[in-house]
T-cell receptor, first 115, second 114 residues
Framework: GENVEQHPSTLSVQEGDSAVIKCTYSDSASNYFPWYKQELGKRPQLIIDIRSNVGEKKDQRIAVTLNKTAKHFSLHITETQPEDSAVYFCAASKGSGTSYGKLTFGQGTILTVHP | GAVVSQHPSRVICKSGTSVKIECRSLDFQATTMFWYRQFPKQSLMLMATSNEGSKATYEQGVEKDKFLINHASLTLSTLTVTSAHPEDSSFYIC??????????FGPGTRLTVL
């Protein structure tokens, strides 16, 4: 089955700096890669996603890049703010076969943005 | 984005009792919902895939007789933890799939078994 590795496990930055979180996946058939933000005790919230037919997607301060050949994708947050502090999860899924729609999550990254 | 509700948000029960958790998609129809379990400071672990009108598909190592899943309509899936024990205490989260692949999560249910 799919295996998703996420790094780093913790990331500490100063307000205004950029933050980058990286994930690798094992199944070349995976074609959907969402990123979720989870605050303590709350639900994971979808912040951005990318499909395998594009290499990059941007939404204001957040961007995701995908390298299908190397099987890795990254989350980039620019101009970080204290409210960006949370746990971020990457995930991968494929849109066909018995695993249709199942998300495999990375281990999570605890991001702390210091004022 | 789409809204998913989950009820109850928190439940405390005695060992040996059963607990039912409901997951609803409020503004869209979801033929597929997923149930996850999350331990403190850990990632989400998929327990089962719930398909409307058919039997759930359980992940390896998840006891289907212990965690009963019913997906009776396009907006409701339920997870029943039967004969709960302290080791079943956890944060249970559902998600509903909108369209081909996007999943939206419920707020989660904190289960404590005494």
């Amino acid at each position: 089955g799919e295996n998703v590795e996420q790094h780093p496990s913790t990331l500490s930055v100063q307000e205004g700096d950029s933050a980058v979180i990286k994930c690798t996946y094992s199944d070349s058939a995976s074609n959907y890669f969402p990123w979720y933000k989870q605050e303590l005790g709350k639900r994971p919230q979808l912040i951005i996603d990318i499909r395998s037919n594009v290499g990059e997607k941007k939404d204001q301060r957040i961007a995701v890049t995908l390298n299908k050949t190397a099987k890795h994708f990254s989350l980039h947050i620019t101009e970080t703010q204290p409210e960006d502090s949370a746990v971020y999860f990457c995930a991968a899924s494929k849109g066909s076969g018995t695993s249709y729609g199942k998300l495999t999550f990375g281990q999570g990254t605890i991001l702390t943005v210091h004022p | 984005g789409a809204v998913v509700s989950q009820h109850p948000s928190r439940v405390i029960c005695k060992s040996g009792t059963s607990v039912k958790i409901e997951c609803r998609s409020l503004d869209f129809q979801a033929t597929t919902m997923f149930w996850y379990r999350q331990f403190p400071k850990q990632s989400l672990m998929l327990m089962a895939t719930s398909n409307e009108g058919s039997k759930a598909t359980y992940e390896q190592g998840v006891e289907k007789d212990k965690f009963l899943i019913n997906h009776a309509s396009l907006t409701l899936s339920t997870l029943t933890v039967t004969s709960a024990h302290p080791e079943d205490s956890s944060f249970y989260i559902c998600s509903a799939k909108e369209g081909a692949d996007t999943q939206y999560f419920g707020p989660g249910t904190r289960l404590t078994v005494l």
